[in-house]
């Protein structure tokens, strides 16, 4: 088997990179939904030595996520742990952060509300969730290019689509998770910065 690979994942990594060491100080442990290739978690677990970076996905995922673990061979990079949002038990511990990257429009939206539910249920009080991808406000797109890839996923799927934020909102704030930043990323994506605060 060749290890997966996705060229987006070298796209936007640099700039989530950049991103990621404004929000991510000291000592960590992180989740990821949707690791896909493995290619994220194997870039940012080598630049962040101290953050301890789990993977996750549904398991048809994990032998290809396991071909870039094995190649580079970090403590701090752990095995993809099984994670349908919809299906799956989520990991009986808490995380201080969740990163998740491209996984919102492609999920229907039961599994997007799922995916809240569940953060919630791992993050820690202060925690983060670092959501990145294409996003809609009130209902518009925020380029042209944003509403024709919603359409296309549409017509792959019609329970998937580019997300609106202020639904997201909605969802997070019963959960205890609130938007702290939305911050503008290349090629008309966004990283949403979802904070549970402190009690």
């Known amino acids: 088997m060749q290890k997966p690979y996705a060229e987006s994942c070298d796209q936007n990594g640099p700039p989530l990179l950049a991103v990621l060491r404004r929000l991510l100080l000291g000592p960590l442990d992180l989740l990821e939904i949707?690791?896909?290739?493995?290619?994220?978690?194997?870039?940012?677990?080598?630049?962040?030595?101290g953050l301890n970076w789990f993977t996750s996905d549904r398991a048809e995922m994990h032998a290809g996520i396991q071909l870039w673990l094995d190649e580079v061979e970090l403590d701090n990079l752990h095995r993809p742990i099984a994670l349908d949002v919809l299906h799956d038990p989520w990991p009986a511990r808490e995380f201080d952060a969740v990163f998740t990257a491209n996984t919102a429009h492609i999920m229907s939206s039961a599994a997007v509300e799922a995916m809240f539910c569940g953060v919630a249920g791992v993050l820690r009080?202060?925690?983060?969730?670092?959501?990145?991808?294409?996003?809609?406000?009130?209902?518009?797109?925020?380029?042209?290019?944003?509403?024709a890839f919603d359409g296309w996923l549409k017509s792959q799927d019609p329970r998937r689509g580019v997300r609106d934020v202020r639904w997201l909102e909605q969802l997070g704030a019963p959960l205890g998770l609130e938007l702290a930043d939305d911050i503008a990323m290349p090629a008309n994506n966004r990283t949403l910065v979802w904070r549970r605060p402190t009690p």
């Open 34 to 49: 949707g690791s896909g290739t493995g290619q994220h978690a194997v870039m940012f677990a080598q630049a962040f030595p």
């Open 125 to 147: 009080p202060g925690g983060l969730f670092l959501q990145y991808g294409p996003f809609m406000y009130d209902g518009k797109h925020t380029s042209e290019s944003n509403l």
